[in-house]
């Protein structure tokens, strides 16, 4: 990332906040309507903190970091997401559909050092298109790809799974996959660019 992008400074936030793996978890609702629509809420808080040292100073937001002393840095990406999806194929065990999604973001990346922090803080809306596949073994099991995504000259974004759905009847359902974001922006005020992986695993009630 480089905040501001003209006359910012270079850095890998990872050189702060780590790899190390840490827990996350997502909230969503759908409703199926007709059988053939449905209208998905999520929400998707990510926040990951860690400490690291700058080889080099960093200057960023307003504020000059200096090398070799321990820096505190705060990554978060917090969103909130509305889906429709229209099913327009249901058949020999294949289901597809496809919709558009508008995402909140809820962002902001800190630097503290002794004596010193500034912060970069984004809240905006995102449009993104949704594509859903699914395919079913036997009655109670499928596996499904899940992606919402969208690319333009100022920038990008994919939030995409691929899923295991175990159904244990015909109301509850265990899920797990590998899920992938990825994206960011290059314009006049921030260059940022993350890909994030996720283990996922959950349960789905059908009420």
């Given at each position: 990332m480089r905040i501001p992008n003209e006359g910012g400074t270079d850095f890998?936030?990872?050189?702060?906040?780590?790899?190390?793996?840490?827990?996350?978890y997502?909230?969503?609702?759908?409703?199926?309507?007709?059988?053939?629509?449905?209208v998905r809420f999520l929400i998707a808080p990510?926040?990951?903190?860690?400490?690291?040292?700058?080889?080099?100073?960093?200057?960023?937001?307003?504020?000059?970091?200096?090398?070799?002393?321990p820096v505190d840095g705060t990554y978060k990406f917090n969103t909130?997401?509305?889906?429709?999806?229209?099913?327009?194929?249901?058949?020999?065990g294949w289901v597809l559909g496809a919709g558009v999604a508008g995402l909140?973001?809820?962002?902001?990346?800190?630097?503290?050092?002794?004596?010193?922090f500034d912060s970069?803080?984004?809240?905006?809306?995102?449009?993104?298109?949704?594509?859903y596949v699914e395919r079913h073994i036997g009655n109670l099991h499928s596996i499904i790809v899940d992606a919402e995504t969208l690319a333009g000259p100022q920038g990008r974004a994919t939030d995409a799974a691929v899923m295991f759905n175990f159904g244990l009847s015909e109301k509850w359902s265990l899920f797990a996959g590998y899920r992938l974001l990825e994206g960011?922006?290059?314009?006049?005020e921030v260059y940022n660019f993350?890909?994030?992986?996720?283990a996922l695993f959950g349960l789905e009630i059908d009420i």
């Open positions: 890998d936030m990872i050189k702060l906040i780590g790899r190390e793996v840490a827990p996350y997502r909230f969503r609702v759908n409703f199926t309507f007709s059988d053939r629509h449905t990510l926040t990951k903190i860690g400490t690291g040292i700058f080889n080099e100073p960093v200057f960023f937001e307003e504020t000059d970091f200096v090398a070799e002393t909130y997401r509305l889906t429709y999806r229209y099913q327009f194929y249901d058949r020999n909140i973001r809820d962002a902001k990346i800190e630097l503290v050092q002794p004596n010193q970069n803080t984004d809240v905006g809306f995102v449009p993104l298109v949704h594509l960011g922006a290059d314009v006049d993350s890909w994030i992986n996720f």
